[in-house]
């Protein structure tokens, strides 16, 4: 009986988590029928799939295949993944496992692909339930573990669920009843805190089964009568049928041969109804064990008689071995005892040639280890042969050895001097270049700061004064309406000319960035290119607060990201910009980066660039004794950090 439970409880795995019936299947034939080629009508197959694989796998199959097909064709990641583990759902059914396990590890490959975690962690529990399947229980449990930590961490609830519902089923099958139950309970807690009943019956049902093999009879019928309420009420005839055929098992085992009997042939009638032909067999076989304990015997013979014949179509050796067995029970009792005999031979058969096929391949897998430790030995010995052999030689190199190491010392000696000589050299030439470096760039600002006060106080003010001057004029003048016009237009041409001299002296040397220090500056410059609509600029300060970085340096840094700003909009065609600012008090350390989603480049080519717009930056990071990581790639936009000290 404990094996009959066990298969039961992994076909209820493949059970849908909802009720499906025929009315609802016409709706969605309707919907598909109006739909178009776009995303609602992958949705619409997904659905057709999952109604019909319970009652018509090859309509699922048909309607599955579309949705893959069409998700494929539309790029449609998310109803790909879904399409694809619904095709693994239908292949389960089958009882196809190695199809299924090849299936599910694509299906990780392509989730992880997407990197999207959702996708991951369902792809996860998928492989480990296939794995489990396969008889691969450790690699199973440590994949539905894997995806119940994503879920975890992406608190998901429905993801949750499915992942303690996955162990449970895990646990059992490793008749670790114990963590089985924690599982089960946890996912009924959680199916019942998200109302989802449907999920709420199924998880109710495994826990069941569990309390049924662990003999916690009382909890086990308490939980199966609550499981069979459920399924009536939302009309789940295939949850009904293994809720009853679990009532029929624990009132078997607890020798209530009456109410065991009830329980089957109520489960027989439905199982019949549905057309499962699994829960036939295994009902039939209950039922015939049933009427033998009772001293029914004919009754008992041709109930094990209809299983037997059922679990030969399905193939189901070992279910056939156990009904056999029960079958010589049957005979013996009933004064046959050549039928007995045969049957009770049959069966042993099957034990033996079982058995047998065990004993073989351990006694193969015995032999492997011992040629392998047959050749692992020759090996030793030959080693240590060598071995022997290369002593000698080493002694007789050591000397010659000795010399050339000494010879060679000397000369590295020699080399190495020439190499302290040549990096003073080297470091005097490059704190030259530097020296000149800050002369130019020091020049260069005191330049722009004079220009732009000159702009901003002399320029400025007698654009101001003439504007003033000429309004002044307005008052007292008499002029045509097309003069009036053209004077107007004049006045606003002015003050055009005014604002652009303002925006040039503020280039040139930001007011804000001598009052208010570098990251207000940056943070009012990214802002205004984001104002005029060029580019969406998004700028980011960590640990700027009390920032008291030098005003040559901010003043440099403020230069490489206007010119790095300037590159993304010219030649990179980006839409969006990343500016961030990050200072680190306790490594002494400024990072600056600046991110693009434009046409990005084969960063080889810098290396042949005459271009002034990288020198000047390369040259100001140099100036500030820093550092740049520069990835891009043709169609990758573009990411640059810059890391000075500070």
Not at 551 to 578: C, D, F, G, P, W
């Amino acid at each position: 009986m404990k094996k009959l439970v066990t298969s039961l409880f992994i076909l209820l795995c493949f059970l849908n988590s909802y009720s499906q019936d025929l009315q609802k299947i016409d709706s969605l034939k309707r919907l598909l029928k109006l739909s178009k080629e776009d995303t609602s009508r992958v949705s619409l197959l997904i659905k057709l799939t999952k109604a019909n694989k319970n009652n018509d796998i090859a309509s699922a199959y048909k309607y599955c295949s579309e949705a893959i097909n069409l998700s494929k064709k539309l790029k449609y990641n998310k109803g790909l993944f879904k399409s694809l583990t619904s095709e693994i759902s239908l292949i389960r059914i089958e009882g196809k496992d190695g199809l299924a396990l090849e299936k599910s590890k694509s299906l990780v490959q392509f989730a992880e692909s997407t990197k999207d975690s959702f996708n991951i962690a369902a792809g996860y529990l998928t492989l480990g339930e296939v794995y489990d399947n396969n008889g691969d229980n450790k690699n199973g449990v440590a994949y539905c573990l894997k995806g119940l930590s994503i879920a975890e961490r992406m608190n998901d609830r429905g993801l949750l669920q499915d992942a303690y519902a996955a162990l449970q089923r895990l646990y059992f099958s490793r008749t670790e009843f114990d963590k089985a139950v924690i599982y089960g309970q946890k996912a009924i807690d959680l199916a019942k805190a998200m109302g989802d009943k449907s999920r709420v019956m199924i998880q109710s049902y495994n826990l069941a089964q569990t309390y049924n093999l662990i003999k916690a009879f009382d909890k086990s019928i308490k939980i199966s009568n609550e499981v069979v309420r459920m399924a009536k009420q939302a009309g789940d005839k295939r949850v009904e049928v293994y809720a009853l055929y679990n009532l029929c098992s624990v009132n078997l085992r607890t020798n209530n041969l009456n109410d065991a009997l009830t329980y089957g042939e109520q489960c027989l009638a439905i199982s019949k109804e549905i057309s499962d032909k699994s829960i036939q067999s295994n009902v039939l076989a209950a039922i015939g064990s049933i009427y033998l304990q009772l001293g029914q015997n004919k009754e008992a013979e041709n109930n094990l008689l209809q299983a037997l014949a059922l679990r030969e179509k399905t193939e189901d050796k070992q279910g056939i071995a156990d009904v056999q067995n029960l079958l010589a029970d049957v005979y013996f009792a009933m004064g046959q005892p050549k039928k007995a005999y045969d049957f009770e031979k049959a069966s042993e058969d099957f034990s033996d040639n079982y058995n047998q096929s065990i004993l073989a391949q351990q006694s193969s897998d015995l032999e492997k280890k011992y040629e392998t430790q047959k050749k692992e030995s020759q090996i030793r010995l030959q080693q240590a042969d060598i071995k022997r052999k290369n002593i000698l030689n080493y002694v007789l190199l050591g000397g010659v050895s000795a010399i050339l190491i000494i010879s060679v010392l000397a000369y590295r000696n020699y080399k190495h001097r020439q190499k302290l000589q040549q990096a003073k050299i080297d470091e005097l030439e490059t704190e030259k270049l530097l020296t000149a470096t800050e002369g130019i760039l020091k020049g260069e600002e005191q330049e722009r700061t004079r220009l732009a006060k000159d702009l901003h106080d002399g320029l400025g003010g007698m654009l101001s004064g003439i504007k003033f001057s000429l309004s002044n004029m307005k008052e007292n003048l008499i002029m045509t309406p097309d003069n009036v016009h053209a004077f107007e237009r004049s006045i606003d041409m002015l003050d055009s000319s005014i604002k652009e001299m303002r925006r040039v002296a503020h280039n040139m040397m930001p007011e804000i960035l001598v009052k208010y220090g570098l990251d207000a500056a940056l943070k009012e410059f990214c802002a205004e290119i984001d104002r005029s609509g060029v580019l969406h600029v998004n700028y980011q300060s960590v640990g700027m607060q009390n920032a008291n970085i030098q005003q040559t340096t901010s003043i440099t840094i403020y230069r490489i990201v206007q010119e790095l700003l300037n590159n993304a909009m010219k030649h990179a065609n980006a839409k969006n910009v990343l500016v961030q600012l990050h200072q680190s008090d306790q490594e002494k350390l400024l990072a600056v980066t600046v991110e693009d989603d434009g046409n990005g480049f084969d960063t080889e080519l810098l290396k042949q660039s005459a271009g002034m717009g990288w020198l000047n930056i390369q040259n100001r990071i140099e100036f500030l004794k820093g550092k740049i990581d520069l990835q891009s790639g043709p169609g990758k936009g573009t990411s640059i950090m810059i890391e000075i000290n500070i």
